[in-house]
């Protein structure tokens, strides 16, 4: 009876042992389908993503391009207005000095006749 217990053991994990194998290989292609197909949905979601950062690489590239456009508009302006400042400014200084000129001729001109009035108020006793 032992005998025929063993014999029954061993086919027992025999048939365990092929019922395992079976269900592992079963098991294995399913992950392995699995796997090539999540990998082909990664694929697919990685050009998907590569086209849309590249879309929008895009799109910062011309926002650069725009800015760099305003950045040289602006440096223009500036060597406009910087032109201009400097004529303003050059003419001005010669209306400064101009008007000095006049101030200070008109000054000697007024401390002359402040002297005068003050001799003849001397003279006359006024």
Not at 107 to 117: A, Y
Request: charged content about 40%; aromatic content about 6%.
């Amino acid at each position: 009876m032992i005998r025929r217990a063993r014999m029954t053991i061993d086919r027992l994990k025999k048939r365990m042992d092929g019922r395992f194998t079976a269900l592992e290989r079963r098991v294995n292609g399913r992950f392995t389908e699995l796997e090539r197909r999540m990998n082909g949905r990664f694929t697919k979601l990685g050009r998907r993503t590569n086209r849309r950062f590249a879309s929008v690489d895009a799109r910062f590239d011309d926002v650069d391009a725009r800015f760099a456009a305003v950045d040289a508009r602006l440096d223009r302006m500036e060597a406009r207005i910087s032109a201009r400042l400097d004529s303003v400014i050059e003419k001005l200084d010669t209306h400064f000095l101009i008007n000095k000129n006049h101030f200070d001729h008109h000054t000697v001109i007024l401390h002359e006749h402040d002297d005068r009035l003050k001799d003849l108020e001397r003279q006359t006793g006024t």
